[in-house]
């Protein structure tokens, strides 16, 4: 706590000399009390009867978040549906067309409903297996270890049994992040993470306080993948960080090492046919990358779990969600501007990062269309310059792993604005030269290739809405228990 402390001055003295300097002050948290939780407790009521104040807060997590205060991340109305990013995103229902994430795929919502969620998705979301619970559940190690290999293909619903019936809908919970008997933070999923820092040459053991309010989060706001063997059953949970540095974990870098092995290729994009990778929540890699804050040594924690007073006392608000539904007061405790001035600079940031994520998105399912094209005209027996086309397939790869890679960060590209502009751009080079590459071999196949690219997007996104439906009543939609 002294260190937390210690920083957050340090920098309001840098960024602001004539902040307030009341913001300060010392946590009361009697660190003693850690003890008392026992060893190998995971449910949170049992560090909640210790730490009940933390406990509640963790709790809000299950309550929608505040509606109209964030512009891209809404919050929602009770009962109100979530957005699915493919509604907001139509060209990535094209894209994405060929497996789960092509059907469903929502914004996220709060830690309490990280299980639940899986189980009202879409079944082709979780059809990987066991492997799929690994940044969900805190039962996650134990289970790993105890399977083995197991746990990565045994079916999802399968490995979840295994839990007591009231735990098997707890998302991230104390365990996750904390040790029972120091409350310091720990890395309890050392067989994804504590494997993947090893790779980029950090030392766990010397991980400051500070540094872990981040590599804490590290745990499931990364992207991974899940290789396959030849019966397409799941092997393991991957980070592909290997040949990175902390501090420097670029998208070039995770391309490559998932173009590195067939094992990596997850999926079929049914519009190219082509066998893709994919990239989820980069949250921990985008902010890594030398962003203004990660530079600054700024946590995630620092922005989203601001100190809040309650009960006369102050604590780290466990209630983790958009920093700008809590009135950015997280901000506060380094920047001297008005929340309404920050958020200005947010929206800004990120209205930035989305006229080109739509340009490119677009630019990118054009591409897949003229591939689409391209194999008709192959199949119907006419030839095309396989040069050109091998030329075209690799920059489009190269394109869309960056658009998904910044499309699947969650912070529309406030977490690193310079470098989230830099991966679309050069998205939209590539995407623009596969583009001639693929027009000039189409036109000399004798193809006349239109100017504007008919995208049939109801095609994607309205047969996406049946699909919905025909899976719908498999669930058995529980709400999770918590004492
Ligand atoms: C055990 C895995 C895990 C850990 C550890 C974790 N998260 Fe999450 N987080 C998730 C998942 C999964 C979701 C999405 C839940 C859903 O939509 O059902 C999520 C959602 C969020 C959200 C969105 C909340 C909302 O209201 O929409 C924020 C913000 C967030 N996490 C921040 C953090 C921060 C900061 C840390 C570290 C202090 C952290 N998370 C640690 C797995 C984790
Ligand atoms: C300097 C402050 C800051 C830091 C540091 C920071 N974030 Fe964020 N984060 C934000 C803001 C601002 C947003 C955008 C929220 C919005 O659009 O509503 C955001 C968005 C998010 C979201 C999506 C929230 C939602 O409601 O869906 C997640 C998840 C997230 N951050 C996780 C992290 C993780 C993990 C880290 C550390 C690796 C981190 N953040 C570091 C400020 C920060
Ligand atoms: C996603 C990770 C995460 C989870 C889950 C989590 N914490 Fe924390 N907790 C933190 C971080 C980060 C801090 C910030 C202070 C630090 O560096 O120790 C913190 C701080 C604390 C502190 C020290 C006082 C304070 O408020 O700063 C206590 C006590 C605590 N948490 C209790 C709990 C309890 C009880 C639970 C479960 C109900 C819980 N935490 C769940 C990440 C987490
Ligand atoms: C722990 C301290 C800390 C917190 C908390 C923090 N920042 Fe910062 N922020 C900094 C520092 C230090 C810089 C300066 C980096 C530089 O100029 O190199 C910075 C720079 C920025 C910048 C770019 C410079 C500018 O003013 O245009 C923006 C925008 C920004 N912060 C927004 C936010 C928002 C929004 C939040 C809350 C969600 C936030 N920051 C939380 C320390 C912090």
């Given at each position: ?43 949170p009521a049992?560090?909640g009867?210790?730490?009940?104040l933390?406990y509640k807060q963790w709790k809000l997590t299950s309550e929608p978040t505040p509606a109209g205060k964030s512009k891209y991340k809404r919050g929602f109305d009770v009962g109100e549906e979530r957005r699915d990013k493919l509604d907001e ?15 469903e795929y929502k914004e996220p919502r709060g830690h309490y409903f990280m299980v639940q969620d899986q189980l009202e998705v879409d ?13 969900k ?29 009231d735990?098997q809908h707890l998302g991230v ?131 989203h779990m601001?100190?809040i007073?309650a ?6 608000d466990h209630r983790i969600m958009s920093p700008l539904k809590s009135d950015l007061s ?13 958020r ?66 969650n ?54 809405g049946?699909?919905k439906l025909?899976?719908r009543p498999?669930h058995e939609i529980k709400s999770p228990v918590i004492k």
């Amino acid at each position: 706590m002294q260190m937390n402390f210690a920083r957050r001055c340090t920098i309001l003295a840098i960024v602001a000399a004539t902040a307030i300097w009341s913001g300060c002050t010392q946590k009361k948290v009697e660190q003693m009390k850690a003890s008392q939780i026992p060893d190998g407790a995971i449910d949170p009521a049992d560090w909640g009867k210790v730490y009940p104040l933390h406990y509640k807060q963790w709790k809000l997590t299950s309550e929608p978040t505040p509606a109209g205060k964030s512009k891209y991340k809404r919050g929602f109305d009770v009962g109100e549906e979530r957005r699915d990013k493919l509604d907001e995103y139509p060209f990535l229902a094209l894209l994405y067309n060929g497996w789960g994430f092509g059907y469903e795929y929502k914004e996220p919502r709060g830690h309490y409903f990280m299980v639940q969620d899986q189980l009202e998705v879409d079944p082709g979301r979780i059809k990987a297996g066991g492997s799929c619970l690994t940044c969900k559940t805190p039962y996650a190690p134990m289970l790993q270890e105890q399977m083995g290999p197991a746990y990565f293909y045994t079916p999802y619903k399968e490995v979840l049994g295994r839990l007591p019936g009231d735990q098997q809908h707890l998302g991230v919970a104390c365990v996750d992040c904390h040790d029972n008997r120091t409350m310091e933070l720990r890395i309890a999923r050392q067989f994804t993470l504590g494997k993947a820092l090893k790779e980029i040459g950090v030392d766990q053991s010397k991980l400051t306080a500070k540094e872990k309010q981040t590599v804490v989060c590290a745990q499931c706001h990364v992207t991974y993948i899940i290789p396959k063997d030849k019966e397409m059953r799941s092997t393991d949970v991957l980070f592909p960080w290997s040949g990175s540095k902390q501090g420097n974990i670029s998208v070039e870098n995770i391309i490559k090492q998932i173009k590195s092995s067939p094992a990596n290729l997850e999926w079929t994009q049914s519009v190219t046919g082509f066998k893709m990778g994919f990239i989820r929540h980069p949250e921990y890699e985008l902010f890594s990358n030398n962003s203004p804050h990660w530079a600054a040594e700024v946590t995630c924690a620092d922005c989203h779990m601001p100190t809040i007073k309650a009960q006369g006392e102050e604590l780290s608000d466990h209630r983790i969600m958009s920093p700008l539904k809590s009135d950015l007061s997280a901000c506060a405790a380094c920047h001297t501007e008005s929340p309404d001035a920050l958020r200005a600079k947010v929206y800004s940031i990120q209205d930035n990062t989305i006229v080109l994520y739509l340009k490119t998105g677009y630019a990118t399912a054009a591409v897949a269309k003229l591939f689409e094209m391209a194999n008709k005209v192959e199949a119907s027996g006419r030839k095309i310059d396989r040069n050109l086309y091998a030329q075209a397939k690799e920059g489009y790869e190269q394109g869309f792993y960056r658009l998904v890679f910044i499309g699947a960060e969650n912070s529309t590209g406030f977490h690193n604005p310079d470098e989230a502009t830099r991966v679309l751009n050069d998205a939209s080079r590539y995407i623009a030269s596969a583009d001639a590459q693929l027009r000039r071999m189409l036109t000399q196949a004798g193809e006349r290739v239109p100017e504007k690219i008919d995208l049939e997007l109801p095609k994607y996104t309205e047969g996406r809405g049946a699909k919905k439906l025909r899976f719908r009543p498999e669930h058995e939609i529980k709400s999770p228990v918590i004492k």
